[in-house]
């Protein structure tokens, strides 16, 4: 299958849904279940494909591994636009669930384009699923911005490394969804300030800060960053032009691959925290660490979702969940910096090693070995 690369690892199954009456095309990648059934989120986009959906999954397996979960790493894509209408949106939802009712192997999350309202109709159809409201039990790790929390995290645990301090450091967010709002709101709180955000709509700049709650407000009212009123500084372009401002710290919040070879230069930036799941390309990430930038593997730093998401199939509280959050992603961005400096090897080498080792031993207690 063309993009899908075979290996010890998996990809354990891989199942294409169709259903020509709805309009319903879909696909679940389940990688590797020999830690426990596998967690991963339900993206809904119309342009993703097969092979993006496997790379995700994977993370999915290295993710849930490095947090040391009891879980595997699938993921599911629905081709579509997540901003059809509801009654559209959810009977495409139901219909993906139902089919994939047989497949005990995964759980549903919530991911790009699915919420947790949607997590709530995979649960009446299918009784699977993560992220759920809190009206019917669940954490709505969007909700709270789990995923966020995290890459603070995450932060916090960097610039430590980087001897600087958090506050007044420049941070620009790509994507300005459940991931990328919640991570500008800790941020700043936590006295950072917000030089750029983007969305589809575009790039919104200010050297000298944006103001993150008319930010969030405008969101809230269902308007746009490019909203934000006109001031000193103040600077709207293009989606892309967020790869150009100025920062001590970006974070990629949004889709996989959006710095590459063919732009990585145009990054302006001491660290890159990954928001996003596979937001790099591998040769774009060895540049960046050639030059000495910083970059924490997405795998590592936003885990906080499905650590969240865990903890509720678990049956804890939301403040239990939250601060086992930030206990292992603190550890376990400590442990990968400390590893790669003391064996002089990238970030990302350090916490693959660290992730492998952790499947590996899994597999070696199963009788076949992804399964």
């Not at 199942?15 to 993206?43: C, H, K, Q, W």
């Not at 885990?303 to 376990?332: D, F, L, P, T």
Request: hydrophobic content about 40%; overall charge negative.
């Amino acid at each position: 299958m063309t993009g899908i690369t075979y290996d010890e690892f998996g990809p354990f199954k891989i199942i294409e849904i169709y259903e020509p009456s709805i309009d319903l095309r879909g696909t679940l990648v389940v990688d590797n279940v020999a830690r426990g059934p596998s967690i991963g989120g339900l993206r809904m986009a119309p342009d993703v494909s097969t092979a993006e959906c496997f790379r995700l999954a994977r993370a999915m397996t290295f993710k849930n591994a490095a947090a040391d979960l009891p879980h595997g790493g699938g993921k599911s894509v629905l081709y579509g636009d997540p901003t059809m209408p509801r009654d559209q949106k959810e009977e495409l939802v139901r219909a993906f669930a139902c089919a994939l009712e047989e497949v005990e192997q995964y759980i549903f999350g919530p991911d790009m384009g699915t919420d947790e309202e949607c997590m709530g109709w995979v649960r009446d159809e299918i009784g699977r699923a993560v992220g759920l409201p809190s009206e019917i039990g669940g954490i709505p790790l969007d909700e709270l911005g789990a995923t966020g929390w995290g890459l603070l995290h995450a932060i916090k645990v960097a610039c430590e490394f980087r001897e600087r301090d958090l506050a007044g450091t420049r941070v620009a967010v790509q994507g300005f969804g459940a991931v990328g709002k919640h991570a500008a709101r800790f941020l700043a709180e936590a006295g950072a300030v917000i030089v750029g955000v983007a969305e589809l709509a575009g790039t919104l700049s200010c050297p000298d800060g944006l103001d993150v709650d008319k930010l969030l407000a405008l969101k809230g009212e269902g308007g746009s960053l490019l909203d934000y009123p006109d001031g000193p500084g103040v600077v709207k372009g293009d989606t892309d032009a967020i790869v150009d401002v100025p920062c001590d710290i970006w974070i990629p919040a949004a889709r996989p691959d959006v710095i590459r070879e063919d732009n990585v230069d145009r990054l302006q930036t001491d660290m890159v925290i990954s928001g996003a799941n596979i937001p790099m390309t591998a040769g774009a990430e060895k540049i960046l660490h050639e030059r000495g930038v910083l970059c924490i593997p997405d795998f590592i730093a936003n885990a906080g979702g499905v650590i969240c998401a865990a903890m509720e199939y678990q049956g804890a509280s939301r403040s239990a969940a939250m601060a086992i959050i930030e206990e292992k992603i603190s550890y376990n961005v400590r442990r990968v910096l400390d590893t790669a400096r003391a064996d002089s090897c990238t970030p990302r080498q350090a916490a693959e090693e660290m992730a492998h080792r952790r499947v590996r031993r899994a597999m070696g207690l199963r009788r076949w070995s992804v399964f």
